[in-house]
């Protein structure tokens, strides 16, 4: 144990007396030396002074964060102590050196690199794994917006899967802050990055249930999220909607759903003017009004399908006139499919609808669409199209079901929440 003593004081004043270039390979050193040790092996091996190396680490991350001298070496050195298990007096006296908001002005530095950022970020986790008392002191940093904005605007897919999972455990287990967290998710929705823009809706899936109260501003932020050309977001988003049927939004969203599928002419102009491709045009981009339609179709159908209730009440919004008027879009295919495939789900599933469809597409076109919805676009005419797109279909309430109120006053949310990491 005196040989282990002389050599850690020996290095404590190496690291007192060295230069920048020395100090960093003093820390790699130490990294390679000491990966995966606990908190008492780290001790033992540093002659009970661990405290005393540490604490210098710390003040020097702190005298050097923003100019990015050996931040890497100081933060994954900080990452192992912190890691370590039975490493909970090392966490304090990192704390007491002000190594939060240390960490999280870090991440808020345009030229940090992104591997430092995700070190910074997984040494929050571990303070966060230590428990709500910690989790608190991070929020009351301004924790939760400094990371929400680090997911949004990091160029690292790792940095954001990290800031995606910190987030969810903010939100896990913390009531006085799981609100702040999911304004936070909510915030990031409207970002430029499709990898941020699904872990966010991801992370409000787990979160939703922990705040109960859906809040009435995702409703907009969703559906814009249905212009994406981005499959994977499409997709999360189309299934995070349908759990939102559950919660006091719902009536909200199957309206705001229905109206995408009859885009405004101002804005389909607009973005035509705009240069962006027609949908027939080979190798062109389909204008994201288009995309959106489409999308709101093909959620219609998934919604139909998950309750009567929620069938009925799409009725009564119009889905049968607006998805018809979808099928009429010859300038974008896949709008006319996904409206078609959710249309014959409703006329099959209702007699009513089945009866207005008939009568107001014409025996002929309602043969051809009965036997092939998905592929009536296909050898579809422009006169076919005109009767669609000007269809006057309008089923009166109370011809589906007696009872026309709005969902969120039958349903209650779901005790459960998706899987975590």
Same mark, same amino acid.
């Given at each position: 144990?005196?040989?282990?003593?002389?050599?850690?004081?020996?290095?404590l004043?190496?690291?007192?007396?060295?230069?920048?270039?020395?100090?960093?390979?003093?820390?790699?050193?130490?990294?390679?030396? +000491?990966? #995966?040790?606990?908190?008492?092996?780290?001790?033992?091996?540093?002659?009970?002074?661990?405290?005393?190396?540490?604490?210098?680490?710390?003040?020097?991350l702190?005298?050097? $964060?923003?100019?990015?001298?050996?931040?890497?070496?100081?933060?994954?050195?900080?990452?192992?102590?912190?890691? @370590?298990?039975?490493?909970?007096?090392?966490?304090i006296?990192?704390?007491? +050196?002000?190594?939060?908001?240390?960490?999280?002005?870090?991440?808020?530095?345009?030229?940090?690199?992104?591997?430092?950022?995700?070190?910074?970020i997984?040494?929050?986790?571990?303070?966060?794994?230590?428990?709500? #008392?910690?989790?608190?002191?991070i929020?009351?940093? $301004?924790?939760?917006?400094?990371?929400?904005?680090?997911?949004? #605007? !990091?160029?690292?897919?790792?940095?954001?899967?990290? @800031?995606?999972?910190l987030?969810?455990?903010?939100?896990?287990g913390?009531?006085r802050?799981?609100e702040?967290v $999911?304004?936070?998710?909510?915030?990031?929705?409207?970002?430029?990055?499709?990898?941020?823009?699904?872990?966010?809706?991801?992370?409000?899936?787990?979160?939703?249930?922990?705040?109960?109260?859906?809040?009435?501003?995702?409703?907009?932020?969703?559906?814009?999220?249905? !212009?994406?050309?981005?499959?994977?977001?499409?997709?999360?988003?189309?299934?995070?909607?349908?759990?939102?049927?559950?919660?006091?939004?719902?009536?909200?969203?199957?309206?705001?759903?229905?109206?995408?599928?009859?885009?405004n002419?101002?804005?389909?102009?607009?973005?035509?003017?705009?240069?962006?491709?027609?949908?027939?045009?080979?190798?062109?981009?389909?204008?994201?009004? $288009?995309?959106?339609?489409?999308?709101? @179709?093909?959620?219609?159908?998934?919604l139909?399908?998950?309750?009567?209730?929620?069938?009925?009440?799409?009725?009564?919004?119009?889905?049968?006139?607006?998805?018809?008027?979808?099928?009429?879009?010859?300038?974008?295919?896949?709008?006319?499919?996904?409206?078609?495939?959710a249309l014959?789900?409703?006329?099959?599933?209702?007699?009513?609808?089945?009866?207005?469809?008939?009568?107001?597409?014409?025996?002929?076109?309602?043969?051809?669409?009965?036997?092939?919805?998905? @592929?009536?676009?296909?050898?579809?005419?422009?006169?076919q199209?005109?009767?669609?797109?000007s269809?006057?279909?309008?089923?009166?309430?109370?011809?589906?079901?007696?009872?026309?109120?709005p969902?969120?006053?039958?349903?209650?949310?779901?005790?459960?929440?998706?899987?975590?990491?």
């Amino acid at each position: 144990q005196e040989v282990a003593t002389m050599n850690v004081m020996n290095m404590l004043r190496e690291w007192d007396q060295s230069s920048k270039a020395k100090r960093s390979v003093i820390l790699r050193d130490f990294i390679n030396q +000491h990966q #995966k040790k606990s908190g008492p092996e780290l001790e033992f091996e540093l002659a009970q002074m661990a405290s005393l190396f540490l604490a210098r680490v710390s003040v020097w991350l702190k005298l050097t $964060y923003m100019t990015g001298t050996c931040v890497t070496e100081q933060l994954e050195t900080i990452h192992l102590f912190l890691s @370590a298990s039975t490493s909970h007096n090392f966490m304090i006296e990192f704390l007491e +050196h002000g190594g939060i908001m240390c960490l999280l002005e870090l991440l808020g530095l345009k030229k940090a690199k992104e591997e430092d950022k995700d070190w910074a970020i997984r040494i929050l986790q571990c303070i966060a794994n230590a428990g709500t #008392k910690y989790k608190e002191i991070i929020c009351e940093s $301004y924790g939760i917006r400094a990371v929400a904005e680090c997911l949004a #605007k !990091s160029k690292s897919e790792r940095t954001q899967d990290s @800031a995606r999972y910190l987030l969810q455990s903010l939100a896990d287990g913390n009531a006085r802050f799981v609100e702040q967290v $999911y304004k936070g998710l909510i915030a990031v929705l409207p970002c430029t990055s499709p990898t941020a823009q699904q872990m966010a809706v991801q992370t409000l899936r787990f979160v939703q249930p922990i705040v109960k109260h859906a809040n009435p501003v995702i409703v907009e932020r969703l559906t814009n999220l249905l !212009s994406t050309l981005h499959l994977e977001v499409q997709s999360a988003t189309i299934e995070f909607i349908k759990e939102l049927m559950h919660y006091n939004i719902a009536d909200d969203l199957l309206q705001a759903v229905v109206t995408l599928l009859r885009p405004n002419r101002d804005t389909s102009r607009a973005e035509q003017s705009g240069g962006v491709g027609d949908a027939g045009d080979a190798g062109s981009t389909p204008m994201p009004i $288009y995309v959106q339609q489409a999308a709101a @179709a093909k959620c219609i159908g998934e919604l139909a399908r998950q309750s009567d209730r929620i069938c009925d009440r799409l009725v009564y919004l119009r889905a049968v006139h607006h998805l018809m008027f979808a099928m009429g879009n010859l300038d974008h295919a896949d709008s006319q499919r996904q409206a078609s495939v959710a249309l014959e789900f409703l006329c099959r599933k209702l007699p009513i609808v089945d009866e207005h469809v008939r009568e107001a597409m014409g025996q002929a076109l309602y043969d051809q669409f009965m036997s092939n919805a998905e @592929a009536l676009y296909v050898d579809m005419t422009p006169v076919q199209a005109d009767v669609l797109v000007s269809n006057k279909v309008n089923i009166p309430a109370g011809a589906v079901a007696e009872d026309t109120e709005p969902l969120h006053q039958h349903q209650h949310p779901h005790s459960s929440t998706p899987s975590s990491r």
